[in-house]
């Protein structure tokens, strides 16, 4: 069974790869070959994931949900029966954008450029407000208002509690990302049943979610 999330950028964001590029970033953002920008699924599986852990760590009865948990994340060090149900993909641009980006003759880096921009910032010192020697960092940032789209499979049809749970993860997503905590990577998710037309559409979301608010704040 497969459903699909959305991702809608509302403030410039770095998911980043780890390394940067010589010459050129700090800190670069995962791309594939052709430039094209994207967000591992295993980086978003982790922002629901912890939203799941402070969501239990907030509710009254917070084991309730373990059950719908597991489906959707599975257990560390996990039997085959606590294996997680859930395969999230990686969240690309939408495809039609995609296949017209590489349908046209670029240069290398052309399309990476055209999504993306590069922002710097350094360490100011304390006392003069000069700034630190050698604390010059640059970031490579995907776009606010950027759209991107993932792939949810799912080994079974998921039941209505488990689509509950991931629907209130999928709404407690706000941030994501490299400095997520200084004002970068502001984000909305979405959840749609299939591929959507429009991807800021929130009623499937909301439909899923009504369950586990309801049993929440009866």
């Known amino acids: 069974m497969r459903y699909y999330l959305t991702l809608h950028l509302r403030s410039d964001t770095t998911f980043g790869r780890g390394d940067g590029t010589a010459g050129l970033v700090d800190t670069d953002i995962e791309h594939d070959t052709d430039g094209i920008p994207f967000v591992g699924g295993r980086v978003i599986k982790g922002l629901l994931r912890e939203e799941y852990a402070n969501l239990r760590f907030a509710l009254g009865e ?3 949900w373990d059950d719908a948990a597991t489906l959707l994340f599975g257990c560390p060090g996990a039997t085959s029966k606590d294996i997680a149900q859930m395969h999230v993909g990686s ?3 939408p495809p039609d954008l995609c296949n017209i980006l590489r349908s046209e003759p670029h240069q290398p880096g052309q399309l990476l450029g055209a999504c993306t921009a590069i922002r710097r910032q350094t360490s100011l010192d304390a006392k003069s407000g000069a700034p630190q020697e ?3 960092r640059s970031m490579r940032v995907l776009l606010r208002e950027t759209d991107l789209i993932a792939q949810l499979d799912f080994a079974s049809q998921p039941d209505d509690r488990t689509l509950a749970l991931l629907a209130a993860c999928v709404l407690a997503v706000r941030r994501g990302g ?3 905590n ?4 502001r984000l909305r998710m979405l959840l749609h049943p ?4 429009n991807y800021h559409d929130s009623a ?5 979610f ?3 608010a309801a049993e929440v704040h009866p």
């Open 62 to 64: 917070p084991q309730r």
């Open 91 to 93: 969240a690309t641009l």
């Open 134 to 136: 050698g604390s010059l």
């Open 178 to 180: 490299t400095a997520r």
């Open 182 to 185: 200084r004002g970068r990577g």
């Open 194 to 197: 299939g591929i959507p037309d």
């Open 204 to 208: 499937f979301t909301e439909q899923c």
């Open 210 to 212: 009504h369950p586990f």
